[in-house]
């Protein structure tokens, strides 16, 4: 529904909303409206806890012995503007900083 006056945003998310292709708000939770052809919802994020799984890494330690290295992260995104603007994925980049 991307040419309608209306935004509804569930709890714990956050639309980006972008007037004219450049930041203009983040929408909390709840009813928004917005102008159709002037407005868009470009991002949206949850802002729940979410959970990566870290594929399994092979690591030398320094006495020279091999252990298989696997994990799990746990994030969760505090700054929607941050999240939107600043990388290109970044839930992928969370992952490669582990």
């Known amino acids: 529904m991307r040419f309608s006056f209306f ?6 998310e956050v ?3 972008e007037r004219f292709g450049k930041f203009y708000a983040a929408l909390q939770p ?9 407005d868009e919802v470009s991002y ?7 959970v990566i799984d ?3 890494q092979t690591a030398i ?7 298989n290295i696997d994990g799990v992260l746990y994030f969760k995104i ?4 941050k999240a939107s603007y600043n990388v ?3 839930i992928n980049a969370i992952a490669l900083l582990a």
Not at 7 to 12: K, M, N, P
Not at 30 to 38: A, H, Q
């Open 7 to 12: 935004v509804l945003v569930h709890q714990q």
């Open 15 to 17: 639309k980006i909303l």
């Open 30 to 38: 709840g009813f928004s409206f917005k102008l159709p052809w002037v």
């Open 44 to 50: 949206h994020h949850s802002l729940k806890e979410q």
């Open 54 to 56: 870290i594929d399994n």
């Open 61 to 67: 330690t320094q006495d020279n012995v091999k252990i």
């Open 78 to 81: 505090t700054d929607p503007y």
């Open 88 to 90: 290109s994925n970044p």
